[in-house]
């Protein structure tokens, strides 16, 4: 059974009543019980929603997601599709100046050391070779896209967002770049410890590559 | 209290926040890392999935489910982190879904339902039966009372912004909400 106050109860649960309804209906609720109890059940209602459990897929998506976005499960070798224009064309040609200097790069460190490599392939006695104190190349490396994404900048190719991103984004791996080396210097011997500096000095590489790639594929 | 990331060093006071390591994730992601978007996708799917299984149905929950990350890969350079990644994804879900919704053709009418549809929703089970799980009863609802109550209830989103996104008014909203609260406390456990 319902009276005229019925349908108004989820707006007063909700407070979005003007106050002098809400004292009337509240004198009215101190004197029926079946809309007492009404409300009571909409409040279990409500609360029960707000307690859903978010589930995943019984299957995991992810391998068919990365097959039609282009990109291999595991690898950071995306495909992405560019349209170029005339001008973007010639600013590919910096980009690939640019790539090659990070490719010379990750070559380099190949030969040296585990750092350019890909963590499935690290070993850990390579891992405990890792010069995680100084790395000249990568220095070299870190300065050549940062003059880049400069670069990009200065010349409005990539919008002063996009640069407000990339910088608390290269802040946030430089704070972890230095954790891991202080942490190394407690426990120098740690395989995990070198493995996660090379992996987090991988991804600033990363990132710079791909914000020196945006800066120059946008006109 | 700041939420940090597993593994981070103690010894440092600053630590890594979840929402910068993602911050991070987001910016390699927009530049075309994969493996970042990866991990983006592993901290959202059971949501934006929820989502979706609870707007639409279960049976096409993870085709949208899909549909939806590649909206956001092929999005991602719009983004601008004014919002958290994850208020920016979930609105993207939800218009996915809802455009999801009217290619299928099955919108019109879905906010006309009347009041005795709602009332044909099976009631509590009696005692000696199981109790039927509150989300299949949230799956019973007509389609417009069950958008408006997972977009309100679950979701967290106001009226207005749920007038907005299903182009009717407020107050068909609230009226929609109301009826799908009403239908569903039958099915609580007493």
Known sequence: MKDQWTERLSDYLDEEMATPEREALEAHLAACVECSTTLLELRRVVGRARALDDQPPATDLWPTIARRIGVETGRRRPVRRFTVSVPQLLAASIAVIIASGGTVWLAMSRRAGPLGQQPAATSTAAVARVSWTSDTRYDAAIVQLQSALEDGRKSGRLDSTTVRVVEHSLAIIDTAIAQARRALVLDPGSSYLNRHLAETMQRKIQLLRGAAALATART | ?190
Do not use: C
């Open chain 2, 1 to 190: 209290m700041r939420d940090t990331t597993p593994g981070a060093a103690q010894a440092s006071g600053d630590t890594i926040t979840t929402a910068e390591a993602e911050a991070v994730d987001v910016a390699l992601a927009a530049s075309g890392d994969g493996r970042a978007f990866e991990r983006l996708y592993r901290s959202h799917v059971a949501r934006v999935h929820s989502l979706a299984r609870r707007m639409i149905s279960e049976d096409i929950a993870d085709d949208v489910t899909q549909d939806i990350f590649i909206r956001a890969w092929q999005k991602l350079a719009s983004f601008r982190g004014e919002a958290a990644f994850g208020t920016w994804l979930h609105r993207l879900a939800v218009n996915v879904i809802l455009a999801r919704r009217t290619s299928v053709g099955t919108e019109r009418g879905r906010f006309a339902t009347p009041e005795h549809t709602l009332e044909t929703i099976p009631g509590r089970p009696a005692e000696t039966e199981l109790s039927m799980d509150f989300e299949d009863a949230v799956s019973s609802l007509p389609d417009g009372a069950r958008e408006v109550f997972v977009l309100h209830d679950v979701a967290g989103y106001k009226h207005q912004e749920i007038a907005v996104m299903l182009g009717i008014v407020p107050g068909t909203s609230k009226s929609q909400l109301h009826h799908a609260r009403m239908a569903l406390r039958r099915h609580l456990e007493r």
